[in-house]
């Protein structure tokens, strides 16, 4: 039987990467005899301009049928004017929210080829193979907004509830890795924070007594990610810190186009989409990195469709690709030649096979 993959292209470098992707999973249900059905449909700014609505029914109905769903990425500076009331971003809020998908999975894994493509110091990245867990529908992007001509607010809420199901997630994922979990937070001044120490104390004494538990203050975890980021298993932080760190750890592996994402809720399908946005300084020019798109493809395959050989399958074929010198723009080397994303969506295909 078909499985049903819902495509969101979304804007600007999107529509290359989900293509990429989309591409890579047809060499995976080649090669694996699997038979995987798509579905696209309208998000972000391509929305708007469609039918006026970032995230229209029809969008919210080819999602919640499916299997699973591969976001490539929105926004842009034609939707971007500061005062305009219907925004991209928007589309992939709610549609975060309709899926219930609460736990962000970003995957930090630096391949050695590659770091001389990273700001920091080669000796600083050796080891690096870290994982945070952001929670995705809670916090400062979700409540209540106001704004008036010379003031605004944005409303920062948790529930218990809502941390004890991430610091779940994240606890049983560092289980199953080095045991290792860090929650980052900003319990010196926020009242949301202090809230989200109690609950991660207590959760973790009491139902995960062996994991090695360290606590940060989200300002040092920024500073302690670049000085000693080999020493992070798991990460665990609210909607807003995970968000922002995780752009920061981007530049571990060297660049937005390498890092991965998944988005699971308490229902298998799960929504998957590079971490980097829509790129408009490169988009319409075929060189955006598509590594990233594919590694989330490759989280689809493991976490919605159970397909672990098939997921590390295309994980392998990514590193052979970069290992055998395949670099896209962002990612090479001063006075190399680069190829095109499509070129390197061909190359971890050919690594695939
Ligand atoms: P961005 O991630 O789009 O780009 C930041 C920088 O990284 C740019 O120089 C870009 O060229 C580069 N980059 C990103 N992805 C790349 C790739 N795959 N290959 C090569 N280089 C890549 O962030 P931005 O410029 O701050 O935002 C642009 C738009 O994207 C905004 O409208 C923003 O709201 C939106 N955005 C969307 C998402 C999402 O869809 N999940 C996430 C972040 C930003």
Redesign the pocket.
């Known amino acids: 039987m078909a499985t049903l993959i819902t495509l969101l292209p979304?804007d600007?470098?999107?529509p290359d990467?989900t293509a990429s992707a989309r591409q890579v999973l047809d060499a995976v249900a080649d090669r694996y005899g699997h038979t995987f059905e798509y579905r696209e449909a309208l998000i972000?700014g391509a929305a708007i301009d469609a039918v006026a609505n970032p995230l229209p029914n029809d969008t919210i109905e080819a999602c919640e049928a499916a299997e699973a769903v591969f976001?490539g990425?929105?926004?842009?500076p034609k939707w971007?004017d500061p005062n305009a009331s219907i925004r991209?971003?928007q589309g992939?809020l709610k549609l975060r929210a309709v899926l219930g998908v609460y736990a962000n999975l970003r995957p930090v894994k630096i391949y050695p080829e590659l770091a001389g493509a990273s700001p920091l110091r080669p000796e600083i990245l050796d080891g690096v193979d870290l994982l945070v867990v952001r929670e995705l529908t809670g916090g400062i992007y979700f409540g209540k907004k106001t704004r008036t001509d010379d003031a605004a607010s944005d409303l920062c809420e948790y529930t218990t509830d809502e941390i004890e199901r991430i610091v779940r997630v994240a606890a049983r994922l560092a289980e199953g890795r080095r045991g290792k979990l860090c929650s980052v937070d900003k319990a010196n001044v926020l009242e949301t924070s202090r809230l989200w120490r109690d609950v991660t104390d207590r959760v973790l004494a009491d139902e995960y007594p062996a994991l090695e538990v360290e606590t940060l203050l989200v300002d040092a975890a920024a500073m302690h990610l670049l000085s000693r980021p080999a020493d992070f298993d798991v990460i665990v932080t609210e909607n807003m810190f995970g968000d922002i760190l995780t752009d920061e750890a981007s530049m571990l592996a060297g660049?937005?186009?390498m890092l991965p994402s998944a988005s699971l809720g308490n229902s298998r399908a799960g929504l998957y989409?590079?971490?980097?946005?829509?790129?408009?300084?490169?988009a319409g020019q075929g060189?955006?990195?598509?590594c990233?798109a594919i590694a989330s493809a490759a989280m689809l395959l493991r976490h919605s469709l159970g397909l672990e050989k098939e997921a590390a399958a295309v994980e392998a074929a990514i590193a052979e690709a970069i290992a055998g010198g395949a670099r896209?723009?962002?990612i090479v080397a001063a006075g190399h030649t680069h190829v095109s994303t499509d070129e390197m969506t061909a190359e971890i295909i050919r690594c695939l096979r």
Do not use: F, M, Y
């Open positions: 979304g600007g470098i999107g990467v972000g976001l990425a929105v926004g842009g971007s991209p971003e992939l660049s937005l186009g989409e590079p971490i980097h946005g829509s790129a408009p300084d490169i060189i955006a990195n598509p990233a896209t723009a962002d």
